[in-house]
């Protein structure tokens, strides 16, 4: 298998992300290997020598995606003996070009700690108090809330919103103390009902989920899961709150379809 | 100021990514403008106005950084008359032919629901099961234990690390119930030292912190932060824990630097 390397003087994150994007386009797997904080020369050797490790054992030159400010480290690690991919040197001068201004390239400008850093703590802080119902005395504090019933992923993508983008959500479980008969919103979330966004699953992925919980219980039973999915569509449709179904999408699809659909404001780019 | 378009068939994450560090280079304010799931002609066709009615406002053109899969869609927004980034575009017909194999661009293979989802699912559970020293006895499942007195960025390091990377990371707060002075791990985390990383803060960044929780408390004083941290630094070398100072740096600067400094496996890439 043919390796990859994502190699930075900073986090690697850009480099990873450019990476990984570009060869996902392959039907092919490869062997990933990221170093960051490459950012002295003795380090940049030592990136030389797993590079020439890797096209040794592997027989072809490993593919390098690099993001570096330190010119110098760049040279050593581009004349290493992989192919080199360098995205941000192919557009830089176009950018620059076209909006008048030089680059001033800084480490850590783009996954540092910036004016907005604060708000992503505040709301990773608010997902965790006001998780699975815990609190209904902060919702007016809250950007979202995530409503579903239980095992749908209303707590990775709450925590997800915050960290990626400091959006503080609140969720609130339908769970199965709830009369499901007679589904209705607690009277704190229909003060909120503007903030309210429904997460629902397929029937079958519910069961699995629940299964690995607590197998053979009715919790888990096919029969629960469909029913309680039925009963809570039937209340997002009838209190007119938004929802998706999330069977096929990860936690980053699910945050990013919430967004499409609503006009959130996200606190960090 | 001079708007830049995030555009695509899929989460637009690539595209942001990729247009964020191309920007972050000049030190020049943009207007950002996420535009996901552009998957249909007439949601294209609306891209293309808005596109049009942001080159009206700010009297400039847009910059439009786009990943589409579908190709008509892409030549409509490219078409808008903005100015039009395709890194995808740029490098993959190299990549093709240093591997010998074509690209088959599909949506939601970067940022879907692969192999290795369940493991990040998993892995949050974990971290909320196991934040702030919850539990003790499920340390054994633990791929790393953050260690440190409070407020030093555990419970967001931990849940970035799950988010991302799909580790399991638990965490224990030396806290103010401890005896500072004769400060010691408790028997469940000396089972566990190789699995221990401290984090560590400059006092005054701590004041400030614990200041925005509990404004003039001891806790929150200089004086007792500055006696915690060179209490917890002590405990750290006579322990052998390795640890960071985190105060210049984001959640993914320090969790980059865990990975870095531990032989840690992700469980995704």
């Known amino acids: 298998m043919r390796t990859a390397f994502y190699v930075s003087d900073g986090t690697a994150l850009t480099a990873e992300a450019f990476g990984h994007a570009l060869l996902s386009m392959f039907p092919v797997e ?7 904080f490459i950012d002295s020369e003795a380090k940049a ?11 040794e054992k592997d027989g072809e030159p490993p593919l390098i995606f690099h993001t570096f400010v330190n010119e110098t480290l760049k040279q050593k690690v581009v004349n290493c003996g992989g192919i080199s991919y360098d995205f941000l040197d192919q557009f830089v001068g176009s950018v620059a070009q076209q909006i008048g201004v030089q680059a001033e390239p800084k480490t850590h400008r783009t996954h540092g ?6 708000f992503r703590v505040d709301a990773i802080n608010y997902a965790l108090d006001n ?11 809250a950007d979202i809330i995530l409503v579903g019933v239980s095992r749908t992923g209303k707590t ?8 990626q983008y400091g959006i503080k959500a609140a969720n609130y479980p339908i769970t ?5 008969e007679h589904l209705d919103l607690p009277k704190e979330l229909k003060l909120q009902r503007h903030k309210l966004f429904g997460l629902t699953l397929d029937p079958q992925r519910l069961h699995e989920i629940r299964s690995q919980r607590r197998q053979g219980s009715q919790y888990a039973s096919m029969q629960q899961c469909q029913f309680e999915l039925r009963e809570v569509e039937k209340l997002y449709r009838k209190e007119a709150v938004p929802f998706i179904n999330s069977t096929h999408f990860s936690v980053e699809e699910i945050a990013a379809k919430i967004l499409a659909k609503t006009n959130l404001q996200r606190r960090r780019y």
Chains 1, 2 share one sequence.
Not at 156 to 163: D, G, Q, V
Request: with cysteine; charged share 25%; net charge negative.
């Open 45 to 55: 050797d030592k990136v030389c020598r797993q590079i020439n490790q890797a096209f």
């Open 156 to 163: 990775p993508t709450s925590l997800y919103l915050a960290l």
């Open 131 to 141: 998780d699975d119902g815990k609190k209904l005395n902060q919702l007016d504090q």
């Open 176 to 180: 199965d103390d709830d009369d499901f």
């Open 30 to 36: 490869f062997q990933h290997t990221t170093l960051p």
């Open 113 to 118: 700690v910036h004016k907005n850093y604060n």
